[in-house]
Nanobody, 120 residues
Framework: QAQLMQSGGGSVQAGGSLRLACGPFGSRDIMGWFRQAPGKEREGIVAFAPSGRTTFAASVEGRFTVSEDSAKKTLYLQLNSLKPEDSGMYYC?????????????????WGQGTQVTVSS
């Protein structure tokens, strides 16, 4: 499978928005988004299935949304109402279709990561 490539991210003030992109993904892939703040463990924040089934971690539910462009095989993570504690390196990852999960050990391909910095 093709290597996952990420884009987006950057710096924004609290309350602002950013959009991250990741691809390519296919009809047999579960896509996940993870983030890691300095000094903290990486946490799973979103899992997305080709059916549209999506699960969010409690820390981001209601603020982050996921959309896809199937033609471009690209998944987007929209980060809204950002808080300083949302800062960190964000990674997308791919898992087999039968692993709808936020456990990073279930994902077998990873993007290069993109930095999100939210200032207060």
């Amino acid at each position: 499978q093709a290597q996952l490539m990420q884009s987006g991210g950057g710096s924004v003030q609290a309350g602002g928005s950013l959009r991250l992109a990741c691809g390519p993904f296919g009809s047999r892939d579960i896509m996940g988004w993870f983030r890691q703040a300095p000094g903290k463990e990486r946490e799973g924040i979103v899992a997305f299935a080709p059916s549209g089934r999506t699960t969010f971690a409690a820390s981001v539910e209601g603020r982050f949304t996921v959309s896809e462009d199937s033609a471009k095989k690209t998944l987007y993570l929209q980060l809204n109402s950002l808080k300083p504690e949302d800062s960190g390196m964000y990674y997308c990852a791919r898992a087999p279709i039968w692993r709808f999960t936020l456990r990073q050990e279930d994902y077998n391909a990873w993007g290069q990561g993109t930095q999100v910095t939210v200032s207060s």
